[in-house]
């Protein structure tokens, strides 16, 4: 009991720095995404293909969130995206005040989409608002289909759920349909897309997607 | 800064259960694993490979820690192994305190061997002592060999590494020197064992690891 009437006001004070970089997105008409998933999920390629497929049609800026080191920003550097590395040195999630003061090394008004790449946890990102305007997550198909059971939070509060690495199904124990399954049986509304990041295959999906809810956000700027 | 000065009394109280659990253990000559990785590397796959070779021979027994759910429980009840089920409702890790009375429930003194499976977690679980005698890790192939330099923590206190799935080495871009370098750097005493918890390639080092553990946890019963 001690330790949550402790942490009651870190959490407040955490979520209010979310609500106030959700306004200031807003403001901008700017769709910003929380990209998260357990490590190894394939955030860092799905990035890559993103940013490869909406070349000339879309700005992309990129935060990348790491415990340590900077080599998921290297490689979306060299695409060409602007991009801006945050390290939490330990810390197993990002806090939305590193993530604004990221943001705001990135020229806002010139983007159309900032894509925020959390730590790769399937556990705690999930319970820090960093004032994004949506929520994507990658399950990977050698994880297994346990997963949302598991580590139902994040499918939960997630808006679109990537099952990834598709070009594995056929070596691995993977039932999809149970996956959607479960998924979707705590979230209804979930958007769900089957990839391979590898293959490019069910990439074009993912990027209608992402198209309209940049229009939608540009549509509703304050 | 208030942060760090709030936590810290919860951390001692926790080292201190930590140890106290240490002390038990050790007087009941039992070794005690700490079994750790990222969603979905196979430590639950691990642990049926593990007690299907002790059978007979060393006395099982298994905490599984997961946030919801108890299918891995399921999973290795099916084989015989006494088991105990932590659930966290949501927390990133296993606790010392619940760690000491689920194995309470074990009926300690019949056992050779206790596994503790922690949360599917590349980063909270490594923060987190809870008395065990030794750590260790699982990275599975499809995470890609990146990932001692992004979760270096986990690496440099575990006692060993199981490279897992090495069933998928030839699809992935998985480059097992590069990892085993990375992680040596961070850990020069890491002992590492490149697995197929699928095919059972390279199980029998493993096995012989927990063997000479066990004897020496024995031989140092107080």
């Known amino acids: 009991m001690t330790e949550l009437q402790l942490d009651k006001p870190l959490l407040e004070a955490t979520d209010r720095a979310g609500a106030a970089n959700r306004e200031r997105f807003a403001g901008l008409g700017l769709f910003v995404l929380n990209l998260m998933s357990g490590p190894g999920a394939g ?5 890559e293909r993103t940013v490869e497929r909406l070349a000339g049609e879309l700005r ?4 990348e969130g790491d415990i340590e080191g900077r080599a998921d920003a290297e490689r979306l550097a060299r ?10 040195h330990g810390a197993c999630h990002l806090d939305p005040r590193p993530v604004m ?22 556990v705690c990102p999930a319970e820090f608002d960093v004032g994004e305007s949506g929520r994507a997550m990658l399950l990977s198909v050698p ?6 059971a598991k580590y139902p939070l994040m499918f939960r509060t997630a808006d679109a759920l990537l099952i990834n690495k598709l ?8 039932d999809v349909d149970a996956a959607v399954h479960d998924a979707r049986a705590l979230n209804p ?12 295959e069910g990439i074009d999906g993912w990027i209608d997607w992402l198209r309209s809810r940049v229009a ?7």
């Open 43 to 47: 955030k860092t390629s799905l990035l």
């Open 60 to 63: 992309v800026g990129v935060i």
């Open 79 to 88: 695409l060409g995206a602007p991009v801006t590395q945050i390290n939490t």
């Open 101 to 122: 003061e990221a943001a705001e090394g990135l020229s806002l008004p010139d983007l159309d989409l900032l894509v925020i790449e959390n730590v790769g946890n399937l």
């Open 143 to 148: 994880e297994g289909h346990d997963k949302p």
């Open 167 to 174: 070009d594995l199904l056929e070596m691995c124990d993977f």
């Open 189 to 200: 509304a979930l958007d769900v897309f089957q990839v391979s990041c590898r293959t490019g």
């Open 216 to 222: 939608a956000a540009r549509g509703g700027r304050s």
